[in-house]
């Protein structure tokens, strides 16, 4: 046996494996159609029993694995049900002949099989046959799963009867050896009545009742048969069956303990009804082996009644137990080169357990066991499966990078030297499911949160292999935009060498297919979003662009330099000569250098020119010792118009937090009233050589914990949109309304004057004969200064106007410029009501609200009610 069911888990063991195949041509399509409806019978309730039988099932499976039926029989090929397409009678001989030599291949161990037969209709489909179904079509063939029910009962009355077969055998007569397929040239002449002999062929009997017991849903005497089995095998030193039955023996604890499955699957097992209703009570840990009876054994070592074993025996292993018996049992297919199958199904079974435990260390262990298990030469295919089965399992037990490794080694191996079209696109899906595991993710953004994740010699070789992958796909888009992700995300981490290799591959890839911001759609639906370079600083084609550099002057005198500029390759750039004096022993001196870079592309400045002394001297940057680097890499984008604002409101020197004066064209302040408004006019000024044919407006509230009313910015953007595309020195006018609404009640204040008034304000109703007569007071008065100044308090409200404008060159690349308004906003209120007081009307049910109102500015201003004159409050005035 050499390929391995990665999928394998311990409760395998109590099913039954059935074979479904196709028979002649099948259209793929509707064989997995009907498969899938045939798979969904996965547990049959038997009838006149209490016992569920369990199927497998399986639509390709090597015979030579079928070998090793007798070692463990849920391996063996029980049942095959075979699907057909038959359009004719005349075709029905040769596919009833097809159907005889399927079973011909699994005939050794089949106990029943089945033949579906599609689109055949006439004297031959009306045949009432127990062994061939006929279905008009693949559409009209309701009964399937019931036809597959009764398969599956009548393949557990020839699975009971062996087992009844096997367990009362008492006739005296020999115990045949079970073997697998490469034992048997080694048994040749041994001496068959020796007490060893017949003691190994009683041990590997006893294991393989317990197989038939647990198929057949009869767990605890499974549990019996296998500890018999281990103490029997355990004697004669036959270590390979001892591993099989101390496998069996960890299966059956596994389903005991956990009905709901190891395997991970959405639908639990139903529990078995064979199991005790206290199963859950009876997991103590430490319970060892059976305690066996030596009266309870036959001569030949098999005792069809095992309720007096069921009664004495330590049945179940512990949770704990399984593991160590996992381990054994591992250690003994271990001696044996040709149990290679057998030792790393086992593994991947012990770590599904321990995935339920949630013990991922010691699954690890069993996992790092398998790794090293030599299965002999094995097929690209199959190596891909292995790696993906361990990057899986890795990644249940919560190893993720470990899972990362694992899932890149059969992603290179898609396409190893050896496979003659080597499959670049399954290498490139399983990349990117490397990236979780090693903290990578395919949004910048993610990468601006904070320290570095991650290590990033490893992301930097897997984005390359992201690169090649998607070049080798014939996707330059995509190695473009990895590349980007790359030197965006890793810049930090780059040296100088990789930077200038990177940025070359970078120009490379670009002459092909330049970068853009648009969103780039995988064929499976994942989005990779846009990677602005803001690592990378930015020009634009035709803007004065400014580089800064500290100088000093060593001289004891003032230093004269002439014709100072900037040195650089790349894209054609006009440089903008300076002159400067340095001060005598100037200590560090900023000097910027100016110059307009003519085409897009990437610029690099590699160092500046000078005029000292009449010496002419080009100084570049790789060759000053206080620098560790050759040059600085810019990217020069398409040009891009240029706004410039006017507002009608005086400039503030106030900044908005959290933003910075670099982020901000400019703020205006203002002054309101609560709730007055203000008209602000922006005026926005196209001072670039490019026309602006996109314009957003946004605004955002900043730095406030006041809540706002109604809406604080407003505008109408439609008249300034009709103006578009805005010429080069044409303006647009845009108006924006400033309105405030804040709360300025003082309610500690408002309760404390109810109070005092006898008001209950916890819920009393207002007509409670509790209430109070109210305190007189005078019907206008005067506030004091210090009862001025307690109103006199003011609000503050900031926001950013956001202008997104585009156009020329830079916008079909899908460039855009920000431009941003700060507004600060000082805001007073306009009236306050000081006091609240009732007095009693006509009605119990009706009272009259006096308001005390306060007039903290200084005008006039006039207070209008529903159904009331409007009342005229002077500066600094309190009426009721």
Known sequence: MSVPDYMQCAEDHQTVLVVVQPVGIVPEDQFFKIYKRIAGVSQVSIRDSQRLLYIRYRHHYLPENNE?????????????????????????????ERFHGQKEVYSSTLYDSRLLVFGLQGDI????????????????????????????????????????DRATDKSGDKIPLLCVPFEKKDFVGLDTDSRHYKKRCQGRMRKHVGDLCLQAGMLQDALVHYHMAVELLRGVNDFLWLGA???????????????????????????????????????????????????????NGISADTSTEIGRAKNCLSPEDIIEKYKEAISYYGKYKNAGVIELEACVKAVRVLAIQKRAREASEFLQNAVYINLGQLSEEEKIQRYSILSELYELIGFHRKSAFFKRVAAMQCVAPTIPEPGWRAC????????????????????????????????????????????????PGLSVRHLSFLLQTMLDFLSDQEKKEVTQSLENYTSKCPGGMEVITLPDGLKLPPVPFTKLPIWVQGDVCEVQLMVYNPMPYELRVENMGLLTSGVEFESLPAALSLPAESGLYPVTLVGVPRTAGNITVNGYHTSVFGVTSDCLLEGLPGLKTSGCLVEVIPSLPRLQLSTSLPRSAHTPQPMTKEELSSTVSVQLFNGETQQLTITLENIGSEDIETLELTSKIVSTKEKVFGEFLSWELEEALSHLPLKPGQSVTLTVGIKVKLDFSGQENLLQDLNDDGISVTGLPISSPLRQVLKPRAETKTVSESGKAEYSHVKTLEAVLNFKYSGGAGKVEGYYRDLSLGVHVDVEPSVFFTRVSTLPATSTRQCHLLLDIFNPTEHELTVSAKNNQDLVLHASECQR
């Open 68 to 96: 090793w039926g007798d070692f463990q029989t849920h391996r063996k090929v029980v049942g095959l049900i075979a699907i057909t397409t038959c359009a004719s009678s005349k075709e029905w001989p040769q596919t009833a």
């Open 428 to 475: 490139y899906k399983l990349l990117l499911e490397t990236l979780p595991g090693y903290s990578l993710s395919l949004d910048p953004k993610d990468f601006n949160k904070g320290t570095h994740r991650g290590w990033a010699a490893v992301q930097m070789r897997l984005l390359h292999e992201l690169v090649y992958a998607s070049r080798r796909m014939g996707n």
């Open 245 to 299: 039955a101390l496998e069996g023996l960890c299966s059956a604890s596994v389903i005991f303990h956990y009905p709901g499955g190891t395997a991970g699957k959405t639908v639990g097992r139903k529990p078995s009804i064979s199991q005790p209703a206290d199963a859950g009570k009876r997991h103590r840990p430490g319970a060892q082996e059976v305690l066996i009876d030596p009266g309870a054994l036959t001569a």
């Open 125 to 164: 489909a009306e045949q009432q046959r127990t062994d061939v179904a006929f279905y008009p079509s693949y559409e009209d063939c309701s009964d399937v799963e019931k036809r597959v029910e009764d398969f599956v009962e009548s393949i557990f009355i020839v699975l009971e009867s062996k087992r009844l």
